[in-house]
């Protein structure tokens, strides 16, 4: 059975930084691109970035390029997701989403996800 | 960046009715359309990808159709575990937009 378990998330100043991980299990996990998506409080879900399943190649949506950075260690089945800079728009539950294979931007099984709520 | 708009926005259904959903994108993105459950509280749950293809254990009264522009997700004798909201995803191209949802719910 996969599983996907988010950590890192909780209470952080507008300006600071998180590290959001996700501990993969039930799946060849080297085999698979991986994504991050978000849900603001009370929005739709919004994509955030994805990773290609050798690292080789990632992507970000525009409202976070340059201050998140994705990353994986394929050696412990674990995907990142490194955030600095916060604003208080990034507040919002933080999913990792398994991709299908040779499909980057199909994904699914969806971890728990870990809230990130950034405020003063 | 290609937009996603669905259709309703919020449905009100009984258990036993067939509903359908529709989503529009803003350009052709062939038949990579992923459709999403999400229930409060929960995981999201991919339910179709490729526009028709039933992701594995979801039960077959979940169907997907669809081409271009224009796609549907039907569920054909709601159940109760089906109130939820509905999302669409386009798979096409990054950034992979979401539909803005449609939220089921009981009559």
């Known amino acids: 059975e996969v599983q996907l378990l988010e950590s890192g998330g909780g209470l952080v100043q507008p300006g600071g930084s998180l590290r959001l991980s996700c501990a993969a299990s039930g799946f060849t996990f080297s085999s698979h691109p991986m994504n991050w998506v978000r849900q603001a409080p009370g929005k739709g879900l919004e994509w955030v970035s994805a990773i290609t399943d050798s690292d080789t190649n990632t992507y970000y949506a525009d409202s976070v390029k340059g201050r998140f950075t994705i990353s994986r260690d394929n050696s412990k089945n674990m995907l990142f997701l490194q955030m600095n800079n916060l604003r208080a728009e990034d507040t919002a539950v933080y999913y990792c989403?398994?991709?299908?294979?040779?499909?980057?931007?199909?994904?699914?099984?969806w971890g728990q996800g870990t809230l990130v709520t950034v405020s003063s | 960046d290609i937009q996603m708009t669905q259709s309703p926005s919020s449905l009100s259904a009984s258990v036993g009715d067939r509903v359908t959903i529709t989503c529009r994108a803003s350009?052709?993105?062939?038949?990579?359309l992923n459709w999403h459950q999400h229930r409060p509280g929960t995981a999201p749950k991919l339910l179709i990808y490729s526009a028709s293809i039933l992701e594995s254990g979801v039960p077959s009264r979940f169907s997907g159709s669809g081409s271009g522009t224009e796609f549907t997700l039907t569920i054909s004798g709601l159940q109760p575990e089906d109130f939820a909201t509905y999302y669409c995803?386009?798979?096409?191209?990054?950034?992979?937009?979401f539909g803005q949802g449609t939220k089921l719910e009981i009559k």
């Open positions: 989403a398994k991709a299908k294979e040779s499909q980057l931007l199909a994904f699914g099984p």
């Open positions: 995803q386009q798979g096409y191209s990054v950034p992979p937009g």
């Open positions: 350009q052709s993105i062939s038949n990579s």
